[in-house]
């Protein structure tokens, strides 16, 4: 999906070159189309030595198990959207521990999909019957024969191999960011 007319005034957009790019751009204001871009999320939860799964009760994937996941909303925090995704999908409730990998995929829609180490905090995991139609905590012997998608599986090895905590939270930046959620190492 592209932008063909302003976002802010609707005049029909031209090309014109914005720092050596050529982008589309209103030639009345100063509305400039970067591109088409998705951010998702997704939680790497461990209980008891077991990782929480999903099965997707649809496609992209259908009938494969992955980590809970899904896409930010426009107004939401990136912390927010995991743990609602989380919840929607498996019934559990888990918070942020850290971020432990981020995935660049550039295509049509530019897609970085940012990966969250999480803390269980309660509940049993049950599908929600509409994204996911399994849930459950799952060992790395268990997770060895199930079918499991191939970028879940490295993000598993990710986190359980991984030799720092990755970047976490700065609850109390050095220099303060209105706005701004900040993570550090």
């Known amino acids: 999906m592209s932008a063909n007319f302003c976002l802010k005034c609707g005049t029909g957009l031209e090309f014109r070159d914005i720092d050596g790019?050529?982008?589309?751009?209103?030639?009345?204001?100063?509305?400039?189309?970067?591109?088409?871009?998705?951010?998702?999320?997704?939680?790497?939860?461990?209980?008891?030595?077991?990782?929480?799964?999903?099965?997707?009760?649809?496609?992209?994937?259908?009938?494969?198990w992955t980590n809970p996941g899904g896409y930010i909303e426009q107004l939401e925090s990136i912390e927010d959207t995991i743990i609602r995704e989380v919840e929607e999908e498996s019934g559990i409730k888990a918070k942020v521990k850290g971020i432990v990998a981020i995935r660049d995929l550039p295509r049509n829609i530019h897609n970085l999909y940012?990966?969250?180490?999480?803390?269980?905090?309660?509940?049993?995991?049950?599908?929600?019957?509409?994204?996911?139609d399994e849930a459950g905590f799952y060992s790395l012997e268990e997770i060895e024969s199930m079918n499991v998608a191939p970028f879940t599986r490295w993000l598993i090895q990710v986190a359980y191999h991984g030799e720092s905590k990755g970047l976490i939270k700065d609850n109390d930046p050095v220099v303060p960011i209105h706005d701004s959620i900040l993570f550090k190492v």
Do not use: Q
Request: charged share 25%; glycine share 12%.
């Open 21 to 64: 790019t050529k982008r589309k751009a209103c030639p009345r204001c100063d509305f400039i189309f970067w591109g088409d871009y998705s951010v998702g999320v997704g939680a790497l939860v461990i209980k008891d030595e077991k990782f929480l799964l999903v099965k997707r009760a649809h496609n992209p994937g259908k009938g494969y």
């Open 114 to 132: 940012v990966a969250f180490a999480m803390e269980y905090m309660c509940g049993i995991p049950r599908p929600d019957g509409v994204e996911s």
